[in-house]
């Protein structure tokens, strides 16, 4: 028992210091003016149309070299809703959840899509709405059991609860596994959430088995877990438009690190996101494909080939020879607002060259008549920017004060 606690002490402390150091020893460098880190290609569109006319081009680059091609077309069927608590948070909203089929019959993939909803005076105009796609369940993420884990399955527990869940938030942050559902309730914002896994396993076999069953439905080729987990939020967002107290004018997306990647490439192929908040996406997200610091593309093509297209592959040990970067996939988002969150030790997934990228991509958003980026630096956060780089002290995950960032941006851009 004593050897026990002995232990657990240990343990204890090695997360504890750990979770000061925030798992990351080196920050991210502050200077993006070396030339020869400029983001390649440069953008050559010099006016809106010719700009316009060459997205259709890109978005087809991004599919063979990248992510795969966008499922367009996958059927999506919606089940009935069902409230699962309509005195959700103290009675200040209700709680539903859908069930959404993607595909039909063998290989279709089905997914619970829960929403929070806030209550709105008599009268009021419809809410607007971020949609979420997270590594924990719907349980985790609304602190709730009225809902299901995955399809067929209620949930059991509502809370990452023990020393296992201490130990996540104390290295990943509170909101890690939980959204703060509270806050978007306090402006009058619904907020709607799905688990990626149920749509695509994030494991590569088993997740390349569910893709190849997928590319047997009509019309789909080929595409990748970031592209299908992506379609998850263009399925939702079928269903909201059915919903009259949605503000369907007002739709925004939210994805920590492989989820933000997937956010990205869902905005680059689905106008009717108005909003993206990508945070810390990294490599295959807003970091340059080209970059030499952090996780780099070798790295995440060996570790996670589902998530991208297998021509990816052919890159990873040369990322100059790839045709294009990803501030063509920021550009391709313009002129909607996008918050890109980092962490100043999140090497990894590298800040450095996420600024080098929105601030290539600001050409296009110029083109709009937008400013894009307009901050004088990594710590110059502008949460009104159209392009919002915020970058916090600390490593990996999604803290407080990224929340505070994050709302700081929507309300700057929703007038909230
Ligand atoms: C790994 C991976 C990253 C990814 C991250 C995450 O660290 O290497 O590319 O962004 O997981 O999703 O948390």
Same mark, same amino acid.
């Given at each position: ?20 150091? %925030? ?9 993006? +003016? ?20 060459? !997205? ?64 709105? *005076? ?22 709730? +059991? ?145 970059? !030499? ?8 093509? %060996? ?19 790839? *045709?294009?970067? %990803?501030? %063509? ?88």
């Amino acid at each position: 028992m004593c050897f026990r606690s002995f232990q657990l002490f240990w343990l204890a402390a090695v997360v504890g210091l750990v979770s000061c150091t %925030q798992l990351g020893l080196r920050h991210a460098s502050l200077n993006t +003016t070396r030339p020869e880190n400029a983001a390649m290609p440069a953008i050559a569109a010099t006016s809106l149309s010719e700009w316009e006319a060459g !997205k259709p081009a890109l978005r087809a680059q991004f599919a063979e070299y990248v992510y795969g091609t966008w499922p367009e077309g996958l059927a999506v069927t919606i089940g009935e809703t069902r409230i699962a608590d309509a005195n959700y948070l103290d009675g200040r909203g209700v709680l539903e959840e859908t069930e959404i089929t993607l595909g039909r019959g063998a290989g279709a993939r089905r997914f619970m899509l829960a929403m929070a909803l806030p209550n709105l *005076p008599e009268g009021a105009p419809p809410a607007p709405i971020i949609i979420g796609q997270t590594f924990s369940d719907n349980c985790l993420v609304f602190r709730s +059991t009225a809902l299901h884990r995955r399809v067929g399955e209620p949930c059991e527990k509502a809370r990452t609860g023990g020393f296992g869940g201490w130990a996540l938030i104390q290295i990943l942050g509170r909101y890690i596994a939980r959204a703060p559902i509270d806050r978007y309730f306090d402006r009058g914002v619904a907020y709607a959430n799905f688990y990626a896994s149920e749509i695509v396993p994030d494991r590569p076999r088993a997740g390349a088995e569910v893709m190849a069953a997928l590319r047997q439905q009509p019309g789909i080729t080929a595409s990748s877990a970031l592209s299908f987990w992506g379609y998850g939020y263009s399925a939702a967002i079928d269903l909201l438009e059915r919903d009259g107290r949605i503000d369907t004018t007002r739709i925004g997306i939210w994805g920590h690190s492989r989820h933000g990647k997937s956010a990205l490439v869902a905005a680059a192929w689905d106008d009717r996101i108005g909003l993206v908040m990508a945070h810390q996406s990294g490599f295959g997200g807003s970091a340059l494909s080209r970059s !030499k610091t952090g996780e780099r593309i070798d790295r995440v093509a %060996q570790t996670y080939p589902h998530w991208f297209t297998p021509a990816f592959q052919d890159f990873a040990k040369a990322p100059g020879n790839l *045709p294009l970067d %990803q501030h %063509q996939l920021l550009a391709l988002l313009a002129p909607r607002p996008v918050f890109l969150g980092n962490g100043r030790r999140d090497v990894w997934s590298d800040p450095n060259s996420t600024y080098r990228a929105a601030q290539a991509a600001s050409v296009v958003y110029g083109l709009y008549g937008s400013d894009g980026l307009a901050q004088t630096g990594l710590r110059d956060f502008n949460p009104a920017a159209d392009l919002s780089f915020h970058m916090r002290a600390g490593a990996h995950g999604t803290t407080p004060e990224d929340v505070a960032a994050l709302f700081a941006f929507l309300d700057a851009h929703w007038g909230l």
